[in-house]
């Protein structure tokens, strides 16, 4: 058994801007989320049977009580904001299983998720599909968790993610709190780049381990001096961007059957007149007469 974790949101802000616009008759703004409804068909037509969709409700999360400069939604085209509900109900009628999170995020949804499949024995493997940073810390030895930027077509294993960071999965929160994470609004440690921060965690897996006397450092990096001093001057800035950048895995997404697909609901027939998007039935009631 393969599982899909898809991150709702991603694939809404991806088809927002890759597609075409399409106003409906009543003056709705429905495009990404026709586009969003028809990737998570192709997972079907393409084999998958297991599918869990993410969603961020609402932006914010308890992680703005941590940061102000965390992500808030702000910037967000209230044109492509209008659209997260929808997409939610759709999605659902479409027989797919639904996170809509709001204390935490999709992310998390995504990582918990992902805990729950590795845990059930029956699960091969489960694929995170989404292409952000973050999940990459999900991504298990035993190769039985992935990611899958869909859009490249390319997954990434343990070694993959090591190959493509520098670093282990493991270290993947502490490298985003140094480097930073832009879409997330993480400043990181000034000086700390991808290339320096790869080759001290490669050797320092967390920040615990990093000796503060430069001199003892088992690795040289070029700065390491300046590296060091602004690392341990804003020690628990670091920490807390580190901790920003750490999903969640206690997270309610029920259990591995409950996220096989079913078919549609009668709704869903209904929400695609609304979308305008007839085409999205046909698809869903013949890979329902499949299964």
């Keep these: 058994m393969h599982v899909h974790l898809v991150d709702g949101t991603y694939e809404l802000f991806r088809y927002y801007y890759a597609l075409p616009s399409h106003v409906t ?43 102000d400069s965390y992500k808030d939604g702000s910037g967000v085209d209230p044109l492509l904001r209008a659209q ?43 694929v995170i599909c989404t292409p952000d940073k973050d999940l990459g810390q999900c991504v298990t030895p035993d190769g039985r968790v992935v990611q899958l930027d869909r859009r490249k077509a390319t997954y990434y ?15 993947i ?66 920490l807390l961007y580190r901790r920003l950048a750490t999903v969640e895995r206690n997270v309610a997404v029920g259990s591995v059957d409950e996220w096989r697909w079913a078919g549609p609901t009668p709704e869903f027939a209904a929400l695609c007149k609304v979308i305008e998007a007839p085409n999205l039935v046909r698809r869903a009631e013949r890979l329902a007469g499949r299964a």
């Design 84 to 126: 997260f509900d929808l997409v939610e109900e759709v999605l659902a009628a479409a027989g797919f299983t639904v996170w809509p999170m709001v204390e935490v995020e999709a992310d998390d949804a995504l990582a918990a998720a992902a805990v729950v499949a590795h845990h059930d024995p029956r699960v091969e493997r489960a």
């Design 25 to 67: 008759a009543a003056g709705m703004e429905v495009a990404a989320t026709r586009g969003v409804v028809g990737t998570c068909l192709q997972l079907l037509e393409e084999g998958a049977t297991h599918v869990g969709v993410a969603t961020d409700h609402i932006i914010e999360s308890f992680r703005n009580g941590m940061l």
């Design 157 to 171: 294993d343990y070694e993959g993610v090591r190959e493509k960071f520098g670093v282990a999965p493991e270290s």
């Design 173 to 238: 929160p502490d490298y985003l709190g140094l480097v930073g994470d832009t879409a997330d609004g993480i400043p990181g440690i000034p000086g700390w780049g991808a290339k320096s921060t790869a080759q001290v965690l490669a050797r320092y897996p967390h920040y615990e381990d990093i000796p503060r006397a430069v001199g003892q450092w088992e690795v040289s990096v070029r700065g390491s001096a300046k590296l060091a001093a602004a690392l341990f001057a804003r020690y628990e800035d670091a």
